[in-house]
């Protein structure tokens, strides 16, 4: 189409947003009617926003308690003492640490990594690391270089919404396996895999968050983490291991990454978005010798190299500051802001409805919280904002469509004060909505059958597809134990709520 | 294949570096065999190190003169100033500058780029602003929305290597056009347009940088500037206007950015890179109201939003120091690097040959130099690198295979001394090579036959694909103008060498 048939849609005399003349005489506003449509490329029309920034915009006012953010709290950071390493490093060195720099990331700054990995039981070489834009480039880098559109990535059920939306504008589908209190339930990732490779869908990796997951808030149980690896080895996918919480854990519980023993079929990803500062935006992946070359080509093409800046800063941060007790101060604030969660849940849930149901975290940022059958998170969600309290519905974390009767809830920014006050409004909430079910019964057009109702043993693999805009209420999932437990509930196999 | 299957690659008792159970043992060395490469994704394979990258380590040492690199010389910034704001920023609202930010960059931010922007005779609203890791990350979320692999990008013959990695690893074609020292010519662009929309391919934008080209150092004529707006429009292509070099110019020209007259069919890439830093890794995209949003989702996928304090570091110095002063600065400093390479030039060059040809740029940080014909920029390199100079070989700015006649030669980083000494030393080895074939004659076995000298009219369409590994010597390319000049060649409608 030339300007000429552009112009050929504009009546004559009138004015559209989106004529070529006009809109050249009202620069910067550009054209209301988006004449760019027809040209956008395939994977772009997957692109959407996600429930969490429609939602943000609302949550962050001060009246509301926002349970839905996944922002650490800096509050604890050595302030002063990072602004004076800044401002050394930049008058002593700024014609370094201001200019351009490797594309993998600064030699120093990998090898310092690898220090931080070695906490967790990770053995590696500064030469396989490749600096990221945040894990979340990580993750784009990955699915950049393995995945076509079609192919398919097997993930948890629920998952971090992030990696969703990445696999989504990569046009790749996602087929989501169930959890339990031990996390990613390997029977059924083993079924998953086996029935995906039969269909002839060409699986490409595991995403996996093993380590005080986000949404769900469990852990892989230690013997899990070696069927995981062996089951991902015997159907030859490799695992993509997002560790940004491992070192947040509130007890003596060491959870060992999986690319501790496994370092050639596991790309490790880890960030200083929690440990840190995640202003700074520096993740890294640990990748085999040969997969690391790619992501350094990738990164190039990307950005030509990771922000100089910021990891000159996190460098000299680790090398002058007692970071690891850093981390046991963040641990310390942390675990006393789960535990005003868990407290205030356990006082006042089991009131309102015996089978509300929530996951005990032993680290990390998050509380997954299931509602009875036929509740709907997602659509009490407008009235929870009425009554100041956010969360983020449960669907955001699935490419399916599920996960509607579930709620995230997070306890890493606010007040332990005001996480009570958070849960008390929450409450209030959930009775209300319960109290009209007891009133019009399930047939109420408030109250939606939930569609992990539906769920079933597998036998066929269940893909949503990165194209897919709506879910099909076809489709079956693989799993059928909800990832959720009532906090006292005897039958849990975890800890008890406290 | 299963892990069972791999060990059958494996005769009993040996151990090979690709086995699963060996490499275990090994942590943090991965495998030598890359057991990856049946996995990755069609488009990693068109994702190779670019000729720049390969030449950088040898030309780091400090006996070689450098004209390769493209870093600028931030000896000139007041560096006790930025880090004092760097130390302010952080230890006074750290918990906002450390913290995640927005998709679309931090809003005070944009609205001072809108004011950088404005000296050019840009009008812009902040709200049309995305913040990016540098405009190399612009190029990649640009290419990102709109190319399907496949679709054909038109850019300037030579372009820049790094917009050219970014189409490969998209696995778009590129169809170079012509420049002369006006720039890029309007009518073999509307030839190429409209070939190649004759021949049915999809062609979704032009990538030009107008003003101070790298690498060939032209600008855009005015008249020009109109003649490829219109052109573009009436072929229903829109504008990728690369301009990062836009206010480093050498004398009171000028030179107004194509986005100035043209917002709703030019997106406009900037860059603090060169003005400011390149370690901070800011740049920007703006773009038509309805693209800035597609924008904004694709950032948010790849990296969440660009890196904050870098953001609040540059809007800190923007609105508390005298930018456009420091920029009038890096200009006067510039220009004397300018004037000791095209005085050297002058000096050294006409009495090796007479048909030694180079561009005489009036801002920016390149000249782009042509050999006679018969000779070969990119064979002659490992001996200009035993002569201790580095220049990168004008094939690594085509998409084609073709430039090996041409080098650019950059004055961005070495002092004017040292600048001065590469180009003897260039001379030298130039000199030495037209002494071969003065001996030899051209069927010397060190002289190749430029693929420049294949240039014809073009009927058909040249397009590079991105997932080509080696150039089609058969194609032909739209343009018969070399886009160079010599310096003292009266012919030139351009100004002489100084």
Sequence with gaps: MSAADDNRLTAPGSDPAGSSESAALRPGTGSRLDRYLPRYAARAH???????????????RPEVVSLAGGMPNLADLPLDAVGELAADLIAGSGRQSLQYGSGQG????????????????????????????GSQQALDLVTRIFCDPGDVVVAEAPSYVGALGVFR?????????EMDDDGLIPELLDQALTALQAAG?????????????????????????????????????????????????FDATVHRPLRADDPDNVLYLGSFSKTFAPG??????????????????????????????????????????????????????????RDAMLDSLSELMPAIHPDIRWTVPGGGF????????????????????????????????????????????????PTPDRIREGVRRLAGVIRAETDIRALFGASSPDVLTDRQDQRGAAAAPDVAEG??????????????????????????????TR
């Excluded at 504008?169 to 396996?177: L, T």
């Design 366 to 413: 998050y509380v997954w919280l299931t509602l009875p059958a036929g509740m709907d998170a997602k659509a009490m969600q407008p009235r929870a904002l009425s009554a100041r309290v956010a969360y983020v519905s449960g669907t955001a974390f699935f490419a399916d469509g599920f996960g509607s009767r579930s709620m995230r809830l997070s306890y890493c920014h």
């Design 106 to 133: 600064e030699p120093f700054l990998r090898e310092l990594i690898c220090d931080v990995m070695a906490v967790s039981g990770i053995s590696a070489h500064a030469d396989d690391v490749v600096v990221t834009v």
């Design 467 to 496: 194209e897919r805009a709506a879910p099909d209420p076809s489709v079956v999932r693989h799993g059928v134990r909800p990832g959720v437990r009532h906090g006292g509930d005897a039958d849990g196999p975890g800890p008890a």
């Design 201 to 249: 869908r060409r699986v490409k990796f595991l995403y996996t968050i093993p380590t005080f997951h986000n949404p769900a808030g469990v852990s892989l149980a230690p013997d899990r983490r070696r069927e995981v690896a062996r089951i991902c080895r015997e159907h030859d996918v490799f695992v993509v291991e997002d560790d940004p919480y491992g070192l947040l854990g």
């Design 169 to 177: 504008s990569y046009q790749v589908g996602v087929a989501h396996v």
């Design 46 to 60: 997957s692109m959407t926003s996600s429930e969490i920034r429609a939602l943000f915009a609302v949550a962050s």
């Design 280 to 337: 700074t935006r520096i993740g890294w992946v640990l990748a085999p010798h040969g997969v690391r070359e790619k992501l350094v080509l990738a990164q190039e093409s990307a950005t030509l190299c990771p922000p100089i800046l910021s990891q000159h800063l996190i460098g000299r941060y680790l090398q002058t500051q007692d970071w690891m007790s850093q981390i046991k101060v963040f641990r310390e604030m942390y675990r006393e802001r």
